[in-house]
């Protein structure tokens, strides 16, 4: 076994990360960045290793993890990702992100952005105003994506002050981490284990299910779509809704967690694990797409959405 080697900081360490290396470079990790918790004064820290290989001069190892610079931090730490060689983005538990410069010629960190108030429970400014941990971040430069105790999630760019995009109440739980699956999709997971795929490209503005068939759901997007799931038991034939356009229609199979001693009628086709449920079809409700799709609403056979193509679409034979 290799040896092991310890240094003792005097600080509950939260999170550590080594620091990426370069794109083909044959080196190995030299150095890496801690973040402080549940201490008086809480610290962003860089390390260098060690020479494990080399004799000091007592004839021992070289074992220490050498201090490089380190930076106050308010707030524990509560992730801590490399942004690219020189930046480091700190999440806290006072709703604060930062990004810190290494500034290698003089060995010290320095604040080069931040976002003071990137989640929090209620408005900024309002008098029951708290801040919310931000509990994790995902960087892919130029973005950071955060998360919070408050079911927000933040895009950033190093480049602007401001958010670039927030989804408000993605979830009604803590979100605890965050990762990219691409680009512009990203994977989050909150406090009961729920995963959810977010995609940035475009918004679902509004999602409905049917007030009294929750079998069926309908969703509007920017993108000017108009969905209608149908999750029911038997999935009928339907011809367009609307009969300039074509019917687009295509099949996902769901499959979730079986609800134990639960009588099968009480259960949602949505959670349904039987085989012969485990498909939705999906149809495209507008004859083409068009300008962004902001609004709709669902009661009994009938639909209204409105539009960007200053278009008010209804139909009153949803089911037939």
């Known amino acids: 076994m290799e040896e092991i080697y310890a240094k003792f900081v005097s600080q509950k360490i939260s999170k550590t990360r080594w620091r990426p290396v370069p794109p083909g470079s044959l080196q190995t990790a030299e150095t890496f960045a801690t973040g402080s918790w549940d201490n008086e ?42 942004f690219d060689q020189e930046r480091i983005v700190a999440a806290s538990s006072t709703g604060c992100v930062t990004v810190f410069l290494h500034h290698p010629n003089n060995q010290t ?6 976002w003071t108030a990137a989640h929090y429970h209620t408005g900024p400014g309002s008098p029951s105003y708290s801040s919310a941990p931000c509990t994790g971040i995902v960087c892919d430069n130029p973005e950071i994506v955060t998360v919070g ?38 994977l989050t997971v909150n406090s009961i284990g729920q995963l959810k795929i977010w995609d940035f490209r475009q918004q679902v503005w509004e999602v409905h299910f049917h007030p009294s068939n929750p079998d069926h759901l309908f969703t509007c997007s920017e993108d000017g779509s108009l969905w209608h799931w149908d999750a029911s038991t038997d999935v009928p034939e339907k011809s367009s809704l609307f ?27 949505w959670l349904s694990t039987d085989p012969a449920k485990d498909r939705i079809e999906i149809t495209s409700l507008l ?12 009661l009994g056979p009938c639909l209204v959405c409105g539009t960007d193509a200053e278009a008010i679409y209804v139909t009153r034979q949803l089911f037939s």
């Open 41 to 82: 004064e809480n610290y962003v820290s860089l390390w260098s290793i060690g020479d494990f290989g080399n004799l000091d001069s007592d004839g021992g190892f070289e074992g220490d993890h050498q201090l490089l610079c380190d930076i106050k931090h308010h707030g524990d730490v509560m992730d801590l990702q490399f």
């Open 109 to 114: 960190l320095s604040v080069n952005q931040q």
């Open 149 to 186: 105790e408050d079911g927000r999630i933040n895009l950033f760019r190093v480049d602007h002050k401001e958010a670039v995009r927030t989804i408000d109440n993605a979830d009604s739980s803590t979100l605890h981490a965050v990762t990219f699956l691409r680009t512009p999709e990203i």
């Open 243 to 269: 009969h300039q356009g074509g019917r687009t229609g295509t099949f996902l199979t769901h499959s979730i967690s079986n609800q134990a001693n639960v009588h099968q009628s009480l259960i949602s086709s």
């Open 287 to 298: 004859p083409s797409r068009t300008l962004s799709v902001n609004s709709l609403d669902v």
